[in-house]
């Protein structure tokens, strides 16, 4: 009798054991989830750089929507040319008398900063060609959260508006990195996101210009968004003085040069 109650008794215990046993996973799992919220809180996922939106208020997102664009593929043979990191003393002037001689139209991605640095270098020397937005100091914006990703670029916007005469309707993030904050602060300002679909290659073509600009002169395809800086290390010159035979290479191929906006409208009315 004692054995066999014994053993009831065990059982009795061996599923209470049981029941709190999966109450205790389940409340764990519980405490897991919100342990993970609580440390998302503190890490930069809500509300920090990885966030599209910030808090529970009115998101201000202007017209609500984000185009983000690498190339504009099967039009016309058109190619846009872009420049990100400048303005600087010793490579913009050179780039922008070699687009003045051979007439060509580019998109230049300036840094805020540089701008009010070096307002004398562009200013009044770029009406041919459009204005992006590359940040104020080119700090990488993927870091930031939304509001002070949109007070750096605000910052740059007001003054390359004020210098260039035209606010900024683009805008590349440095390094191509994006982040929610990015996001959130573009669509604030209404700008469309432009990144790119080919890159100059320097590194590859040391101290050879001629070389590297037949590279680019094969690789570049209807509605490419090509990228070059005129800021940066020394080997970046290589890209610049092959700019001529760039040109030349590829209106030979039957390319025309556009901005980045003209790319852009061809395509919508094609």
Known sequence: MTSGGGARWDRRAMLRGSALLAGGVVAGAGGAVETAWLADRRL????????????????????????VVWNVPGGDRKVALTFDDGPGPRWTPMVLDTLDRYDVPATFFLVGERVRRHAGLIRDRLDRHEVGNHSWRHRDLARMDAREAYDDLRRSHDTIAAIVGRPPRLVRPPYGHLGGGVLHAAVRL????????????????????????RRIVTDVTPGTILLAHD??????????HGLPAMIDGLRERGFTFVTVSDLLRTSATA
């Open 44 to 67: 930069p996922l809500a509300g920090g750089p990885a966030s599209a939106t910030v808090g529970n208020r009115p998101q201000q997102v202007g017209g609500g929507a984000l185009q």
């Open 190 to 213: 209404g700008y469309l996101l432009v990144l790119w679909s080919l890159k100059m290659v320097e590194g590859e073509y040391p101290h050879d210009p001629a070389g590297h600009a």
């Open 231 to 240: 800021v940066g290390p020394d080997n970046r010159q290589v890209a610049l």
